[in-house]
Nanobody
Framework: QVQLVESGGGLEQPGGSLRLSCAAS????????MAWFRQGPGKEREFVAA????????YYADSVKGRFTISRDNAKLTLNLRMNTLKPEDTAVYYC????????????????WGQGTQVTVSS
């Protein structure tokens, strides 16, 4: 049974930083493209960032480029998202997802999803 479990969300002030992690089990982690999506209040789930199987290739939504960094550790079966210079518009539930497809920002290509972790950016 595949499980993706996110952690690290919380309340942070604008300009602050948070680090999200996703622990994976039940899948051959290294063959999956891994990604973070988010869903803000009243919004559709949107792509945030993805990392290729080896960790050498990364992709970002324009809205987070230069502020967020995605990384993975295939030995520890973990996915991370470092979020800097947080803005109120980053407030959302953040989801970890796994896709057998390479380099995809299309949420329909992701077969496995975590339950999400809440990130709130507010003063």
């Amino acid at each position: 049974q595949v499980q993706l479990v996110e952690s690290g969300g919380g309340l942070e002030q604008p300009g602050g930083s948070l680090r999200l992690s996703c622990a994976a089990s039940g899948l051959t982690f290294s063959v999956y493209t891994m990604a973070w999506f988010r869903q803000g209040p009243g919004k559709e789930r949107e792509f945030v960032a993805a990392v290729g199987r080896s960790g050498g290739t990364t992709y970002y939504a324009d809205s987070v480029k230069g502020r967020f960094t995605i990384s993975r550790d295939n030995a520890k079966l973990t996915l991370n998202l470092r979020m800097n210079t947080l803005k109120p518009e980053d407030t959302a539930v953040y989801y970890c997802a796994a896709s057998i497809h390479s380099s995809s920002a299309n949420r329909d290509n992701y077969a496995y999803w975590g339950q999400g972790t809440q990130v709130t950016v507010s003063s």
